[in-house]
């Protein structure tokens, strides 16, 4: 996948219908969808429990575009494998799911697959300043992980200003993760992300039988990215 910095919108399928992946993220990326997020959780790190390698084995012949693969677990190394042999494209872990994130990235990295790192709400950015050399992207959380639909926390925004400031010239992503909407992602934008999760705000209102609804919804945060972009 060559690097650009358009905007990406990338749903996330712990909004989507449990009974009915397949058809979910089909419809998602015929609606618009530039890649599809899997938040993987533990129940541990995170309070919530969600998808073994065998569920993103089972995702992967769907996914036409890039999957996504978000690691909410702890510890995070001895899966990294077992995720990147079940077809995820970026592997993200958390900076603070063990005491060696630069490990983590190397082992991520030796998979194949694309790396990135991740940051709670009460971690500064300035701790992957030496991660960056590794990182395919960063994910700012703008909710504290480990379930959908809770509100987005304003200084992230902050957050992604001063992580667009030390990526520089690097080709690197920054991606945004809780709460984004069309109301949120305006500033977002300007401070310099370009990679968005959306759940609810992809997948309320709408079905698999009613899979207009998503499209309407991918572009309208879609079209208030862009708004932020020219302005």
């Not at 058809?23 to 890649?35: F, K, N, S, T, V």
């Not at 968005?196 to 309320?204: D, I, M, T």
Request: net charge negative.
């Amino acid at each position: 996948m060559s690097f650009d910095r358009s905007i990406k919108i990338a749903p996330s399928i712990l909004s989507a219908d449990f009974a009915n992946f397949g058809e979910e993220i089909r419809a998602i990326e015929a609606q618009g969808a530039d890649w599809v997020h899997v938040d993987v959780m533990d129940g541990h790190f995170v309070p919530n429990l969600t998808f073994g390698p065998p569920a993103v084995k089972a995702f992967r012949p769907h996914v036409k575009t890039f999957m996504d693969v978000h690691l909410m677990i702890a510890p995070v190394d001895p899966y990294i494998e077992a995720y990147a042999e079940a077809g995820a494209d970026m592997i993200v872990a958390h900076y603070e799911a063990g005491p060696h994130p630069h490990r983590t990235l190397q082992a991520i990295r030796a998979t194949g697959a694309k790396s990135g790192i991740s940051l709670n709400p009460g971690t500064p950015a300035s701790v992957i300043e030496h991660l960056l050399p590794l990182c395919d992207m960063v994910l700012v959380m703008s909710v504290n992980p480990g379930f959908g639909g809770q509100k987005f926390i304003p200084s992230s925004v902050d957050k992604v200003r001063q992580v667009r400031e030390m990526i520089g010239d690097r080709d690197i992503h920054i991606q945004v993760d809780g709460g984004v909407d069309p109301i949120t992602i305006g500033p977002l934008v300007a401070a310099g992300a370009d990679c968005f999760v959306a759940g609810s705000a992809v997948f309320k209102g709408g079905s698999v039988q009613n899979s207009d609804v998503y499209g309407d919804n991918i572009r309208a945060i879609r079209a208030a990215a862009e708004v932020a972009l020219s302005s």
